[in-house]
């Protein structure tokens, strides 16, 4: 199955901002609502400035506005606000901090946080945190009050957006932002020493960046095009992995039998989290309605967990798993359907991570076996539903899904669903756990029990219709 590609078109420039947005601090401008622009004073006090920064006074300040050193970029402004680091510095005390005259009530309107970004080199990245008390947050407010990163580029202005939706849920203001420069976390602290700017932090309700290339089209990844695979960065995370674009050998498929696919290889020496990592040229905006089903075909020889895994715009981290039914299918390809309306705005890369596996403590497991996966037309689209292949010799569709409802008690889950005939459990380790046959002879809810508590994958087979949930159960 090749269906005609869509041409990706790129626009390349500056996202125009027309909509809400409120200056915070720009060094072009005075008053600013951002007032105090320095590292915070503790850390000052205590010395550990002197000996890490440069110091643009006697005893400060740590941070000046100078020339912008690079107006070629996103960001044309003259000024921009400068500081560097002189030897190796520790992650405790390298908080810069900038903090608002008057708190700021955060609405739709102004939700997220914007601020221009140069690094002459990446070192470790930042974290940025929302209203300290002069030190950053703990991993618990990760994704809330604190968000860690980097740029993709060193010597290269980039936009960083944070969401402050935890700030309109919860009533609370903005009052001040903390920059961990450098989160130089492990050691030894041997970072090179680097020159660091910010510029135009404002608030806006545009989730996507600044000068961000906006990609078009549905296809996002078709094995046919090499032009669109050379534009996109491809990695397989290891380098005991290996990928190739190769004819495809299923020729007698259902679903996808002829033109080129791409044959992942899984060394045994992998990671869990290890697998085929496309990064685009730019962004997929998630429009509802018309760019929201992530589809991808996939294809192995052995029944196992798959997982998607998306970073948008942002950079936060999304995962959705899902089971590859080898036998029910008859080994044919597979398409994986998740909805991204829900979770980002825009989708910057994705992985897809096979045989995944879980010990009893659902830890993931390293090292599993060796093996050749498949994939192939991967898509943005507004089509819901799995793609389908048809046998000719008997007019089945296959992957057909259904609604059931499902839910479980004293190890035991409860199903219903109309026309149900099959049933199969499977673990977190794609072991099949529990089953039921010749349901159809039975009406109602059925149950099945599982052997202990944890999460299981339920398909349920009903004609040409197949619903699958995954489910906890205590």
């Known amino acids: 199955m090749k269906r005609i590609f869509t041409l990706l078109v790129l626009f390349v420039g500056f996202v125009a901002y027309t909509n809400a947005q409120t200056p915070l601090l720009t060094g072009e401008t005075s008053p600013e609502a951002i007032t105090y622009y320095d590292f915070v004073e503790w850390a000052i006090d205590e010395g550990k400035m002197a000996t890490w920064y440069v110091d643009f006074g006697d005893g400060g300040p740590y941070t000046q506005f100078v020339d912008n050193p690079d107006t070629e970029g996103i960001n044309e402004t003259d000024k921009a606000l400068y500081m560097e680091t002189i030897a190796s510095i520790d992650w405790w005390g390298n908080f810069l901090q900038f903090r608002l005259e008057t708190p700021m009530t955060i609405t739709e309107d102004i939700r997220y946080l914007h601020m221009f970004h140069w690094r002459e080199k990446l070192n470790d990245g930042w974290s940025i945190n929302i209203n300290t008390e002069q030190s950053p947050h703990s991993d618990a407010e990760k994704g809330t009050l604190r968000f860690d990163g980097n740029n993709a580029q060193a010597g290269v202005w980039e936009d960083i957006v944070i969401d402050l939706k935890y700030l309109i849920d919860e009533g609370l203001t903005l009052n001040d932002i903390l920059v961990i420069v450098d989160k130089d976390w492990s050691d030894p602290k041997d970072n090179p020493p680097s020159k660091y700017y910010f510029d135009e932090i ?13 990609l078009e089209g549905t296809d996002i990844l078709n094995a046919e095009e090499q032009t669109q695979l050379d534009e996109l960065v491809i990695s397989t995370q290891n380098e005991s992995n290996t990928y190739s674009v190769i004819d495809n050998p299923f020729t007698d498929s259902w679903l996808n039998a002829d ?8 060394s045994d020496q992998a990671s869990w989290w290890q697998g085929f990592n496309v990064t685009f040229p730019g962004i997929h905006a998630i429009e509802y309605g018309t760019k929201q089903y992530l589809h991808v075909l996939v294809r192995t020889d052995t029944t196992c967990f798959i997982q998607l895994h998306a970073v948008d715009n942002l950079g936060f981290e999304h995962t959705e798993m899902f089971l590859y039914p080898m036998e029910e299918i008859d080994g044919d390809w597979f398409d994986l359907v998740w909805d991204l309306s829900t979770n980002m705005a825009a989708l910057k890369s994705f992985t897809v991570r096979f045989d995944i596996r879980m010990d009893a403590d659902e830890n993931y497991l390293n090292g599993t076996p060796a093996r050749n996966f498949y994939v192939d037309e991967i898509t943005l689209d507004d089509v819901e539903d799995p793609r389908e292949g048809t046998d000719p010799s008997i ?10 409802i499902i839910y479980s008690m004293d190890r035991t889950i409860y199903f219903d669903m109309p026309g149900a005939e ?10 099949n756990v529990a089953s039921a046959d010749n349901l159809g002879n039975l009406s109602g809810q059925h149950a099945i029990e599982v052997p202990q508590q944890g999460v299981y994958i339920l398909r349920v087979a009903a004609g040409n219709r197949v619903a699958t949930e995954k489910i906890l159960v205590k």
């Open 259 to 266: 033109g080129k696919v791409v044959e992942f290889f899984k």
């Open 202 to 214: 404002i608030l806006s309700d545009d989730p996507l960046q600044r000068g961000v290339t906006i």
């Open 395 to 404: 007019g089945i569709e296959k992957d057909k899904t259904a609604s059931m």
């Open 422 to 431: 099959r049933a199969i459990v499977y673990d977190m380790l794609g072991r």
